[in-house]
């Protein structure tokens, strides 16, 4: 006969916040001089603060905190302020698994236990594709990095990689990833990138090519990984030739191509967003399931960390009012906001009568296509409803912001919405 399991631990905060990034780090700070009970924030990495813990940059803070900071200041930072703020933080400890609709199982390295709080905020952030989820084929040697195992193993591990590297990808992280690999003293022998032009901003094109002398081959995919045990070239393909070459190399580096850590939206029956692979949420964040909030990259894979951060922000308003209702609340029914191409998602996805703007009142989307100058185009029931010039280009890899302004004049019982670029 065997001995029944003995029950874990159960707390019961108000608020239990899963991710200590910045979009959960900034929620809990905003939220915990505000509830009468605990704020506990749970991260499954040995310290708070998330990608920016290793990213060894400068670039942070500019708009949740008005100052620039290197990557780790940012996230000690505000690891900082949630604690100052009375945030309870506790690191090493995953959530396994939803022990109902508003409880969770977590594991840690002091055991297993139970959370039963009042609400929930997602804020668990999102990755980079690995290379066997691109589809790349040939060998299988060591020496394949994303981004983010790139900087974990340098920043915060300290360990070698190569000495000649090719970085798959032209975004803003790709960048980062070559100046990772100038730090631990490996060189770029080659940026590749799919689109016309590289899809980071110019000045992070031009000044990445004149200070870290990175060539860069546009309309340019890798279709195959060299060598055995360790990487020793990717072979690449010209998208308007065809043409094939050799590119000689003991490191790649594959960034960008995000997808949300959607693990739990899934596991827990969320309804997710198709676009974004995230949990669909309106203007205030919500998920499909009442007290169940969301925020940061998981909504938008993905944006900068002081625009996650200022989620978080955002997100901690609408819990305090949600809490304020005295318990669960159907919310009324929303307008579904569609994207069309050549743009793949838009965030958030819902709006509702009577609920605030979203976070900075941008809708956030993204392109699969460079717009120099987009006509945004809102419409309804086949009805152009606005319509809009912006003054910045559309551009793949980086989010498109819109101002909420576009969509003022829907009908709440009009049928979806679709936003499109001329």
Avoid at 16 to 27: Q, S, Y
Avoid at 156 to 185: F, I
Wanted: aromatic fraction near 4%; charged fraction near 20%; hydrophobic fraction near 40%.
């Amino acid at each position: 006969m065997s001995t029944p399991s003995t029950p874990p631990t159960t707390l019961t905060p108000d608020v239990l916040v899963i991710g200590g990034g910045p979009a959960g780090l900034t929620a809990a700070a905003n939220l915990a001089p505000r509830v009468t009970g605990e704020v506990l924030v749970l991260e499954r990495e040995k310290e708070a603060g998330g990608i920016p813990r290793h990213s060894d940059h400068t670039g942070y803070g500019l708009r949740d905190l008005r100052r620039v900071m290197t990557g780790p200041a940012y996230a000690r930072r505000l690891a900082a302020d949630a604690a100052r703020a009375g945030a309870v933080i506790r690191t090493g400890a995953m959530v396994t698994h939803w022990a109902s609709d508003h409880a969770v199982d977590v594991t840690s390295p002091q055991g297993r236990f139970r959370v039963e709080p009042k609400a929930i905020v997602l804020a668990t952030g999102a990755r980079e594709r690995p290379r066997t989820a691109r589809r790349i084929p040939g060998d299988r040697p060591a020496g394949v990095y994303t981004t983010g195992q790139l900087q974990n193993a340098v920043h915060l591990h300290h360990q070698r990689v190569g000495t000649r590297a090719v970085v798959v990808g032209g975004e803003l992280v790709s960048w980062s990833a070559a100046v990772t690999l100038r730090e631990a003293g490996c060189s770029v022998a080659l940026m590749v990138s799919e689109y016309e032009r590289t899809e980071a901003y110019a000045a992070f094109n031009l000044g990445g090519k004149a200070l870290l002398r990175v060539p860069v081959a546009n309309r340019t995919r890798v279709v195959r990984v060299i060598g055995r045990p360790r990487v020793e070239a990717v072979e690449i393909e010209n998208l308007d030739t065809g043409a094939r070459r050799t590119v000689e190399c003991d490191t790649v580096i594959f960034t960008g191509d995000w997808i949300p850590d959607h693990e739990l939206v899934r596991s827990g029956g969320l309804a997710l967003d198709p676009g974004t692979l995230g949990p669909l949420v309106d203007t205030a964040l919500r998920t499909s399931r009442p007290g169940v909030f969301a925020a940061g990259n998981l909504l938008h894979p993905v944006d900068t960390a002081d625009i996650a951060a200022l989620d978080g922000k955002h997100v901690a308003d609408q819990v305090m009012s949600w809490l304020g209702t005295g318990g669960p609340k159907e919310p009324v029914p929303g307008v579904r906001l569609l994207a069309e191409g050549p743009l793949r998602w838009v965030s958030p996805g819902l709006l509702r009568p009577g609920d605030p703007a979203p976070p900075r009142r941008r809708l956030l989307l993204w392109t699969d296509e460079f717009v120099r100058v987009p006509r945004v185009s809102v419409s309804q029931g086949g009805r152009v409803v606005s319509e809009k010039t912006l003054a910045w280009p559309a551009a793949p890899g980086r989010v498109f912001r819109v101002p909420w302004s576009v969509v003022r004049g829907i009908s709440p019982t009009g049928g979806p919405v679709t936003i499109a670029v001329r």
